[in-house]
C-alpha cells in the first residue's frame, strides 16, 4: 500500500538538506547506557552488539533489533533515540553494528548494501537468547536496505514479526548517479571520506588482499565500489553489486508486516527511485512525504521546538504489531484522560 504520509516538516526546517543535517548533526545526542557484546563468527570475523541494559525484564518483553546506515554506529542519533523508546516501550534494544563499523574487523571483506548474511546471524543469535520473544528490526539508509532485501530473501520464512525501514536506497546505481548531482556532492565526499578513513585503518592492522587503490583518486561511490566495494566482497564490479544488493527487486517478496518512510525530496537519490505500488507486497505500507529530508523527518512541537517524527511513528507501528511493545504509562495516561 502506498500512501501519503501525515508528516509535517517544522516550519524552519522545509528544506531538504536543512532535515538531514539537523537530524543528524545539529540534534543533541540522546543519552544512551548500553552493553556490550561481541558475537564471534564461523569465518574468523566478529561483530560487535550493543544492547540496552537488562531492567528487569520477562523472558518475554520483546526485542527491537537497529540496523544503522553507511558509517553509522551506537554514535547515529536516529538510532540512540530508537532505542531509548524501546526501551520506554518496555522492550530490550540491540544496535547491531555492521563488520567494520565500531572497530576495524579481522578480515578484509567489509559491510555493504546487500550483506544479508550476517543480519540473519544476528537474529538467529536474539532468538536463541530469547525464544519466546516476539522480534522486530527497524534499519535506516543503508540499514535499511539490507532489512528489506532480508525479509524479501526469507519471504514466509521470516522470523520477524514486524519491520520498519527509512530513506532507503531501493535502486544502488541510481543512487550513485543522484548523489553525484549539486550539494548532494557534499553527502558523497563526506560518506566516502568516512569509507576511506575506515578502510586505512583497518589496512593498517591488516594486510591488504592485494595492492590498494589510491583513495584520493576514489570520489564518487561508482569508482569507490569498482575499486574497494566489489573486489573485496565478491562482486564482479560496482555494476554487478549494485544489481544484486539493491533491495527494489526484494520488496515485492515481503510477507513480514513492514513499514517504509520515505521523503520525495531526500537529497541523497532521485524521487523516481520511490517504489512504484506494483512494486509492494501486501504485507508492505510505504508511507511518502513531500519533505523530511533523509532520515530527518523533524517536526515541530507547539513552541516550535524540534521533534523528531520518526520516534513516534515507528513506535506507534510497533505498538500495533510486535507483541508486548507497549505505550509508556504516561503515555497510556495521557491518552486515557484526553
Known amino acids: 500500500m502506498l500512501i501519503r504520509s501525515d508528516f509535517e516538516p517544522a516550519f524552519w526546517l522545509r528544506n531538504a538538506h536543512a532535515q538531514t543535517v539537523f537530524a543528524s548533526k545539529l540534534r543533541p545526542s ?6 556490550r557484546e561481541r558475537l564471534e563468527l564461523d569465518d574468523g570475523d566478529f561483530l560487535d552488539l550493543s544492547w540496552l541494559p537488562e531492567r528487569g525484564l520477562d523472558e518475554d518483553a520483546p526485542v527491537v533489533i537497529v540496523l544503522h546506515g553507511l ?13 531509548r523508546q524501546a526501551d520506554a516501550h518496555g522492550a530490550r534494544g540491540v544496535l547491531m553494528h555492521f563488520r567494520g563499523a565500531a572497530e576495524p574487523n579481522r578480515l578484509p571483506r567489509s559491510y555493504h548494501s546487500g550483506e544479508t548474511e550476517d543480519f540473519a546471524t544476528v537474529v538467529a543469535h536474539v532468538r536463541a537468547r ?19 532485501k532480508y525479509l524479501g530473501e526469507r519471504g514466509r520464512e521470516s522470523p520477524l514479526a514486524c519491520a520498519t525501514a527509512v530513506s532507503v536506497p531501493y535502486d544502488l546505481k541510481r543512487c550513485a548517479e543522484a548523489i553525484q548531482q549539486g550539494l548532494s556532492r557534499i553527502y558523497q565526499a563526506h560518506l566516502i571520506n568516512g569509507l576511506r578513513e575506515a578502510y586505512e585503518n583497518k589496512f593498517n592492522v591488516i594486510d591488504a588482499p592485494e ?14 565500489d569498482n575499486a574497494l566495494t566489489a573486489p573485496l566482497n565478491g562482486f564482479r ?24 518512510i520515505h521523503a ?3 537529497p541523497f537519490m532521485a524521487p523516481d527511485i520511490i517504489p512504484a505500488e506494483d512494486a509492494l507486497s501486501a504485507a508492505v505500507r510505504l508511507e511518502v512525504s513531500r519533505h523530511g529530508g533523509h532520515v530527518g523527518f523533524v517536526g515541530a512541537g507547539r513552541y516550535g521546538e524540534p521533534v523528531y517524527w520518526l520516534e513516534r511513528r515507528i513506535p506507534a507501528w510497533l505498538r500495533d504489531r510486535l507483541p508486548g511493545f507497549e505505550a509508556p504509562a504516561s503515555a497510556r495516561e495521557a491518552q486515557e484522560a484526553g
Open 71 to 83: 558509517n553509522g554506529s551506537l554514535e547515529s542519533k536516529y538510532a540512540r533515540g530508537l532505542l
Open 130 to 148: 530469547y525464544p519466546r520473544a516476539a522480534l522486530a528490526a527497524v534499519g535506516y539508509s543503508l540499514g535499511g536496505n539490507v532489512l528489506l
Open 211 to 224: 595492492p590498494l587503490p589510491d583513495f584520493r583518486k576514489l570520489r564518487d561511490f561508482p569508482s569507490f
Open 30 to 35: 540522546p543519552p544512551l547506557d548500553v552493553e
Open 264 to 266: 520525495e525530496d531526500d
Open 237 to 260: 564490479d560496482a555494476e554487478d553489486y549494485y544489481e544484486r544488493s539493491s533491495s527494489g527487486p526484494f520488496i515485492k517478496h515481503i510477507r513480514t508486516p513492514t513499514l517504509i
